[in-house]
């Protein structure tokens, strides 16, 4: 792309179209432009015939070596098999390290480099996966029993480290699975004080440096998935303690609690709809009417459940019908997604009573002619509802 | 679209190249040469393995060794256990065995302890037990694995499905890493293992 238009713009000098001086400015913003990161490019390439050609190609290659090597196992020297492995691992990264920097010097000079990342990318890529069959071989010539978590953990650090010497993707993000592997395989993985997170905070580290320096996008989000899954087990100890604590609670405390949030919910929506310039800017940011809305849920939820024993559920129930008819009244006309949501509040609410109640005092014939009672109002209510917000919506439009 | 490609520079590539490449290879040479000097220099033990569940015995191209040194006897356990402080689950605990010549032969466990004994034979073991809840204890020395090849392993199940006494020679380095020397059936050497 850049060549192109580098041509296209010597095509407008030559016909003067652009004085000299533009076509500098031109040409210099284009090459500034089209310094993106690796990543970027990969991206940019997207398919090709070729690539899948030299996947294939790359595919069959190891392959054919793992079978000649399988079936000639007890044939092959140690040293031989070793030397080989040795060989794909130098052979691997040096040959990489060459193609990009001839590749470099090629289109310092002019010339094209298509695919030559790629190609580097799938040299760095032998050579690691070379190291991984060195680790598993040298295991088995020494009848090594370790388990697949602790083999990870050398995986892990060699694929580490030297993915971060030459800057490879590949390298790095099979670094970060073993990492991961390993990590949560580990003793303690909740334990974030323990030698054990800080090792693997090392390897996500140097996976995120590497990722800075290609400006790799796709890197950077695998290294912060692989954190996020790290800090994973330590999540889910907090909240299993916060859980516990929970239960402890008397009842009026947990009544107290989630009243206090259902009543912010109705009060941010509130102010959303009557007064927003009151509302300070981080609330505005933080707790918009969507937030509020599914804050007011939670806690008639768990109204629902704090009550749940006993037969005060005509409580909650009619918590749950008002806060769905405030929610459509304030904000269902400007909000399609919390009217329908507010619309199965509703209907869920009256289903509740209406199982917990009534369907106990009636026969299933009388419970169907009910039900069918229950499920017209509801759909006139909801038919007018919506008339009346269609109506609404056509005047703001019309106002506007 | 391949006019496209554009490359950045990547500074001292080919000199990280070749440290990534010495790294690696420096790991797997560490790994060789770490087991290699346990069978040049190591004490040789003499290990019994017992016949375990053929279902067990193979997966995949090794033998899976059963040992019993990995069940002491009781009264070795019991006094290890009085020497612990404290009553607690112990997970994955490292755990220093002391191996005596027993009278068959074999060699056989003549204490346990969580810091290095003075002995002269010691293995170094890994075991997951609660002090004294039945007495018992299991302990992994990290040589239960026999890697051979598939014509081999089946036959070595056979006989030790028959009942041929299987034998283990061991080199035992100084801190008691245990490195497999030998493999013996019935007194006559199925396999030797080599240096390098």
């Known amino acids: 792309m850049r060549n192109r238009i580098e041509r296209q713009i010597n095509d407008w000098l030559k016909r003067g179209v652009v004085d000299e001086a533009t076509a500098d400015v031109l040409i210099a913003d284009v090459r500034q432009s089209a310094s993106v990161s690796d990543d970027q490019q990969t991206q940019k390439q997207g398919f090709s015939f070729f690539k899948v050609l030299v996947g294939f190609a790359a595919l069959s290659f190891v392959a054919g070596i793992l079978l000649f090597i399988a079936a000639n196992w007890d044939a092959i020297p140690r040293l031989a098999k070793v030397a080989g492995i040795a060989a794909l691992i130098v052979g691997g990264f040096l040959s990489g390290s060459l193609l990009r920097t001839t590749a470099y010097a090629r289109q310092a000079a002019g010339g094209s480099v298509r695919y030559a990342a790629f190609l580097e990318e799938v040299l760095y890529t032998i050579g690691g996966s070379a190291y991984v069959g060195g680790v598993a071989l040298v295991g088995q010539m020494y009848h090594l029993p370790g388990s697949l978590d602790k083999a990870m953990f050398g995986f892990a650090v060699g694929l580490t480290v030297s993915g971060a010497l030459v800057r490879s993707r590949m390298v790095i993000l099979g670094a970060l699975v073993c990492a991961v592997w390993w990590y ?10 323990s030698v054990n997170f800080v090792l693997f905070a090392g390897m996500a580290a140097a996976g995120m440096f590497t990722a800075q320096l290609r400006q790799d996008r796709l890197l950077r989000r695998a290294c912060f998935l692989a954190l996020l899954l790290g800090f994973g087990p330590f999540v889910f100890t907090v909240l299993d303690a916060v859980f516990d604590a929970y239960r402890e609670l008397p009842l009026f405390v947990k009544l107290l609690l989630w009243h206090a949030l259902l009543l912010a919910s109705v009060a941010m929506m509130w102010l959303h709809r009557y007064r927003s310039e009151s509302v300070p800017v981080f609330a505005m940011r933080f707790l918009g009417v969507g937030r509020s809305f599914v804050l007011g849920l939670v806690a008639v939820m768990m109204l629902h459940f704090v009550w749940s024993e006993s037969l005060l559920l005509i409580v909650p129930i009619g918590y749950g019908v008002v806060f769905s008819v405030f929610s459509l009244v304030v904000h269902g006309a400007n909000h399609r997604l919390l009217r329908y949501a507010a619309y199965m509040v509703f209907v869920v609410e009256i289903a509740i009573l209406f199982g917990d109640t009534i369907i106990g005092l009636l026969n299933s014939s009388v419970v169907l002619i009910v039900l069918s009672a229950v499920l017209a109002a509801l759909a006139y209510f909801f038919y007018r509802i919506e008339r009346r917000f269609n109506s609404e919506t056509q005047v703001e439009g019309n106002d506007v | ?169 061991v080199a035992v380095d100084r801190v008691g890493n245990a490195q497999i020397k030998a493999f013996q059936q019935d007194g006559i050497d199925i396999v030797t293992e080599r240096l390098y």
């Open chain 2, 1 to 169: 679209m391949s006019d496209t490609a554009v490359l950045n520079p990547k500074p001292y590539l080919f000199a990280a190249a070749l440290l990534s490449s010495l790294t690696l290879l420096g790991v797997i040479a560490w790994m060789v040469e770490s087991r290699a000097q346990i069978l040049r220099n190591g004490q040789e033990a003499v290990l019994k393995t017992e016949p375990i569940d053929p279902r067990d015995l193979l997966r995949g191209r090794y033998v899976r060794l059963n040992y019993a040194i990995q069940q002491p006897a009781r009264e070795v356990v019991l006094s290890f256990f009085k020497t612990l402080p404290e009553e607690r689950f112990y997970d994955d605990q490292e755990v220093f065995v002391a191996l005596d010549l027993g009278d068959n032969g074999f060699h056989e466990v003549s204490s346990i302890s969580i810091g290095r004994p003075s002995a002269p034979l010691i293995l170094r073991a890994t075991a997951s037990f609660t002090p004294n809840v039945n007495g018992t204890i299991r302990l992994d020395y990290g040589i239960g694995r026999f890697y051979t090849n598939e014509k081999l392993a089946p036959e070595l199940e056979r006989r030790m499905r028959e009942g041929e006494t299987t034998t283990v020679i």
């Open chain 1, 184 to 193: 949560l395989g580990s003793n303690s993985p909740a334990n974030l004080f």
